[in-house]
């Protein structure tokens, strides 16, 4: 068969917008589920479009319990969920149910004093002081992986590039792990249990608690029993080394040692390895991954990057006290980050009644969905909420916004722990490929974003990568 020849992807960005599924008219409820179950699948293609306007409203899914609750679109009312009343409004258990298979008992899961003390041991290497430390990492990795795409012939997968990117980043600076050869077994697994999200997303919303458990459960095993091997093989070689205790897995490890009676156990430390491997890379993979869709889209930007790092570098490797002067850089990434929140959906449950808003009571047991997807293109929030403009995120405007209207990251005291580390690895990553690279994604007209715990495009994004010319 004849090889098809790729072209670069050129498109009207005047008259056509970054790619959303089409609202359906109706809410999701019981019949949607029955008729359209695939719709389901993908959760954001079922909201329908005066989701986008209300300040709250109920919302019905599936058939159990679990499946119906209030949607709040109010930053006050979000405020109130997610910080000064958060003791009350703990994780929902259907999201819980999805992810607990997987990860067992780590941060992301845990909830009450053992993801107090967990949260208490690994903040301070989060903390916005402390990764400034893992700059010359991040840039040495990023320099790697543009040198591999600028020396692939022919369109290369920029996505599993910025998997593969991430996870040695995530490896390096928390688990001091080299996961080289492992990278492509982590990856598939991740992949492998993400495709699955739809049954399980059903299972949630139809099975009553037990058999949804067995069901899960049963579909996860695979994923969970390679994620063990890779996380214990991960902890037997960070034993074997005696570095220093910087990284997260080595303060992890001697806490286990610690004789303070609060011994953490090597199935504990698993669950947080598992739980540092995949939120840790996943989620900067693929808000990397849209970026190169958006910049394809709106070539002009990645000239804009490219010209603002020659600027603050005059050629030189980027470094941590280059980033706040990298404006346009980080505004893309917010950019970025707004138009593709990658956790799309954050749930809780009311563990008593409270009145939240004055016209809004929600009663004891009801889900709480506050969703980013929704708030970032909220009808009220944002002027042309569906257009690519990073100008919105610099000066006047962004000091204009009210809190809880942009939430990537969550809020309040489950607030995501690697929120500075991601956004200064992002800044770095995009920075250091805008000295060396242009990304064109070949296939971006056939993008179509897809929640399936994290919002991912649909397809592969095969990419033309070629010299920028800096370096
Ligand atoms: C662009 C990248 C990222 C995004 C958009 C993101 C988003 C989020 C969000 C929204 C949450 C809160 C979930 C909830 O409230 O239900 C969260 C939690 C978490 N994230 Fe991230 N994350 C990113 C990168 C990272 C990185 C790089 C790490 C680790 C190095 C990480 C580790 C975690 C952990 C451990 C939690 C649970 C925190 C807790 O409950 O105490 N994330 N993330």
């Not at 079922?46 to 679109?73: A, E, Q």
């Not at 006050?76 to 259907?94: G, Q």
């Amino acid at each position: 068969m004849a090889a098809i020849a790729e072209t670069a992807f050129e498109w009207d960005a005047d008259s056509i917008l970054p790619a959303r599924p089409m609202p359906p008219k109706e809410a999701p409820g019981i019949a949607m589920a029955l008729l359209k179950p695939r719709l389901l699948a993908n959760l954001i293609a079922s909201y329908p479009d005066y989701w986008y306007k209300v300040r709250y409203c109920d919302f019905r899914v599936g058939i159990s319990r679990t499946g119906r609750g209030v949607l709040i679109n109010e930053p006050e009312a979000i405020r109130r969920v997610l910080v000064t009343e958060a003791e009350h409004f703990p994780k929902e258990d259907n999201q819980l149910a999805i992810l607990k298979p997987l990860l067992g008992n780590g941060l992301l899961t845990a909830e009450g004093a053992e993801w107090r003390r967990n949260r208490k041991l690994a903040a301070p290497i989060f903390q916005h002081s402390s990764v400034k430390d893992f700059a010359p990492l991040f840039v040495r990795a990023a320099e790697r992986s543009a040198k591999r795409a600028l020396e692939h012939n022919g369109v290369y997968r920029i996505d599993q590039e910025m998997t593969k990117l991430t996870l040695e980043i995530i490896g390096e600076a928390v688990l001091s792990a080299d996961l080289d050869e492992s990278i492509e077994g982590i990856s598939d697994t991740v992949t492998e249990t993400l495709d699955k999200f739809p049954a399980m997303f059903l299972a949630s919303a139809f099975l009553p608690g037990s058999l949804r458990d067995r069901f899960i459960e049963a579909i996860v095993n695979p994923g969970r029993r390679q994620l063990d091997r890779f996380a214990r093989k991960i902890i037997e070689e960070a034993k074997a080394d005696d570095a220093e205790a910087t990284t997260l897995l080595h303060r992890l490890m001697a806490a286990s040692r610690s004789e303070d009676g609060h011994e953490m156990t090597v199935d504990q430390i698993r669950d947080e390895v598992a739980t540092f491997l995949l939120a840790g890379h996943e989620t900067t993979a693929t808000t990397m991954t849209w970026v190169w869709y958006l910049l394809t889209l709106y070539p002009e930007w990645q000239e804009r990057i490219r010209e603002e790092v020659l600027q603050v570098t005059g050629g030189r490797p980027l470094d941590a006290e280059d980033v706040p002067s990298l404006v346009l850089t980080r505004a893309v990434i917010d950019e970025a980050l707004r138009l593709y929140p990658v956790v799309a959906n954050l749930m809780r449950r009311a563990e008593k009644t409270t009145e939240l808003l004055p016209d809004l009571t929600v009663p004891k047991g009801e889900a709480i969905l506050i969703s980013p997807w929704l708030l970032h293109r909220h009808r009220r929030h944002w002027r042309d909420p569906d257009h690519f403009d990073p100008m919105r995120f610099i000066g006047e405007e962004a000091a204009a916004r009210p809190r809880h209207v942009y939430m990537p990251f969550g809020g309040g005291h489950r607030i995501c722990i690697g929120a500075s580390f991601a956004i200064l690895e992002a800044i770095l990553i995009l920075g250091t490929y805008a000295q060396r690279a242009h990304i064109n994604v070949v296939n971006a007209g056939e993008v179509m974003p897809q929640a399936r715990i994290v919002l991912r495009p649909n397809v592969p994004l095969r990419a033309m990568v070629t010299p920028s010319g800096t370096f």
